[in-house]
């Protein structure tokens, strides 16, 4: 980790005036003021989730807890959070063990391996919303390469509930292991040699080695992935858009999925905005307790 | 770790499994791109084919692929570069002044500021998508380049002061102290050593900032208008329900994707360092 320079220079002058301690506060307050800009209409938004604010008419009432009332006893909503709990689940859990295999398999010294390492760029690359595309072109029913392959004629993935779900996740571990996968091959990089040495002269077993001293060891990287992919997966938008919509019925809606539809085709603001409110929750705790976590393992090296 | 070099059979078996995952469906859409109207929709799906440039040719509004022709693509693209320009040279401007200041002066609330930029990251979109939609209707921001450009500093702004930070952080202060004694003035010192000193990483952080507000697809979609939408908006349009269309889209899309390829590999040196904003390095 970085040093914290600043604090050893008592004896020589310090880099810059010392005199104000406004400086900072104003050095920094342009990307504050941008980001207390694009937040602040979110504090607004808390209020609008009590009215029954509809982007149409834009008059509105106040409701109380009503769209909060209902939201918990629609079962769309908790089929939708739900389906976010239940994708993020899977592909967290996919997407961190394969990329832990992935990287395992990078990190010997073999020709070619810096070839692979490079391509696994390129996913991270694509956006997701063309991943998407990408994968539904490869699933079509008829003209997909896929269904060919596998020998599945016209079997339509998009259809079948599970077929459904199962892509859609799917489609996500394309896009996202390749991250892990780099992550956690930069921590594998970075381990000293010796305590694995030691292990493998005192004839250790390899499950003794991965778990006692490979992953506490990795323990830094692997919060760092948690973090950016959880926060990510929790709000899968993009991928669902592109290829089921959310479909068939509801069984691939996510809470992002059925906000947009509750705004966008039924213009029920107010609504939308206490089930995006849930999510934030969500978002915010786990993002919170994982960054501090990160924050304390960081800190400790 | 000690290399076991015993079963290496395994181990290329292994790396052809991965580059053929990562490869299919990127090599699929660009065979995609050369097919014939035909071609793209034929069962069983043709391997061997006659490619043709009538995709990319339809997209540059030199021809048509059957009634279709793909110049609204050339908008979408010139928004997307317009947008994603815009927002990385804004979150430069606002953010090299804080990145310095977090990186190099003493005060109270430097980390809780740090890790408060950090958690913009991490705010889902559609939070924030919502009541800025209401704002930005009242205040004909939406559907425009500016309101669009705003929003994405969401994208940009916490990654650039993240990586500036820490590529400031690496400079020795004793090289600015002996400018100053030097009699430098700070922005002297600051313009021709500081600055020259972080210029790779900071290049390399724009590239990847670059990419990620190129690839954003929400905010474009929600608040913005045919006029400013991305290329990742636009491209969806091709897709359709009609299967026949899918020869223009997968040449829009590799038009789209291609170039952010290119540049990832000229910057992949930087790339993990910027993707975790700074935490492995």
Not at chain 1, 49 to 61: A, D, E, L
Not at chain 1, 116 to 128: F, H, S, W
Not at chain 2, 73 to 90: H, T
Request: charged content about 10%; overall charge positive; glycine content about 6%.
């Amino acid at each position: 980790m970085a040093v914290m320079p600043l604090s050893r220079t008592a004896t020589g002058a310090p880099p810059i005036r010392k005199r104000s301690n406004w400086l900072p506060w104003i050095m920094t307050a342009p990307a504050t003021l941008a980001m207390i800009g694009i937040m602040y209409p979110f504090a607004i938004a808390v209020y609008y989730s009590f009215t029954n604010y509809r982007i149409v008419s834009q008059t509105y009432s106040f409701v109380g807890l009503r769209n909060y009332v209902r939201m918990f006893s629609d079962p769309n909503f908790w089929e939708a959070m739900g389906n976010t709990l239940m994708f993020a689940a899977c592909a967290l859990a996919v997407e961190l063990s394969l990329g832990f295999l992935i990287a395992l398999l990078l990190n010997r010294q073999v020709k070619g391996v810096s070839i692979v390492r490079a391509l696994l760029l390129l996913p991270l690359m694509v956006p997701p919303v063309i991943s998407g595309m990408m994968w539904k072109t490869m699933l079509a029913s008829g003209s997909g390469p896929v269904n060919y392959l596998l020998g599945l004629g016209t079997y339509a993935w998009f259809s079948n509930p599970w077929s459904a779900r199962f892509v859609v996740v799917f489609i996500e571990i394309w896009s996202s292991t390749p991250f892990v996968a780099l992550v956690l091959l930069s921590g594998l990089q970075s381990l000293p040699r010796e305590p694995f040495e030691a292990a493998q002269v005192d004839g250790a077993h390899f499950w003794f080695i991965l778990r006692r001293l490979m992953l506490p060891m990795l323990q830094p990287f692997i919060l760092v992935v948690l973090l950016f992919r959880v926060v990510d997966v929790i709000k899968l938008f993009d991928i669902i858009f592109a290829t089921t919509g959310g479909g068939p019925m509801y069984v691939t809606t996510t809470i992002p999925i059925l906000v947009y539809k509750e705004v966008f085709i039924s213009y029920n603001l107010g609504s939308a905005i206490a089930k995006v409110l849930m999510l934030w929750v969500i978002n915010y705790g786990l993002s919170f307790w994982l960054a501090s976590r990160w924050r304390r393992s960081t800190a400790t090296r | 770790m000690k290399e076991r070099q015993g079963n290496s059979f395994f181990v290329y078996l292994g790396m052809l499994m991965v580059t053929l995952y990562i490869l299919a469906p990127i090599v699929w859409i660009v065979m995609m791109s050369f097919k014939s109207r035909i071609d793209v929709v034929s069962v069983p799906p043709k391997i061997i084919f006659t490619p043709t440039l009538d995709n990319y040719l339809a997209l540059f509004g030199l021809g048509k692929v059957g009634l279709l022709s793909g110049t609204a693509f050339l908008s979408y693209f010139k928004n997307s570069l317009i947008l994603s320009l815009g927002s990385v040279s804004l979150s430069l401007l606002l953010g090299m002044p804080a990145a310095y200041a977090i990186a190099r002066l003493r005060f109270a609330a430097r980390d809780s500021l740090a890790f408060t930029y950090l958690t913009f990251r991490f705010v889902p979109e559609v939070t924030i998508i919502l009541p800025l939609y209401v704002v930005y209707q009242k205040l004909h921001l939406y559907n425009t380049y500016l309101g669009l450009i705003l929003v994405y500093q969401l994208i940009s702004l916490p990654l650039l002061i993240w990586m500036m930070r820490s590529y400031f952080e690496e400079i020795p202060v004793a090289i600015e102290q002996a400018a100053r004694t030097d009699g430098y003035s700070w922005f002297r010192s600051f313009f021709k050593l500081v600055l020259p000193l972080a210029a790779p990483g900071i290049a390399a952080t724009l590239v990847l900032a670059f990419i990620f507000c190129w690839n954003n697809f929400s905010f474009g979609l929600m608040l913005g208008g045919h006029s400013t939408q991305p290329v990742t908006v636009g491209l969806l349009s091709f897709m359709g329900t009609n299967e026949v269309q899918w020869g223009l889209m997968a040449a829009a899309t590799v038009i789209a994707i291609v170039p952010e390829m290119v540049l990832a590999l000229a910057v992949q040196r930087y790339m993990i360092r910027g993707l975790t904003f700074g935490a492995v390095k």
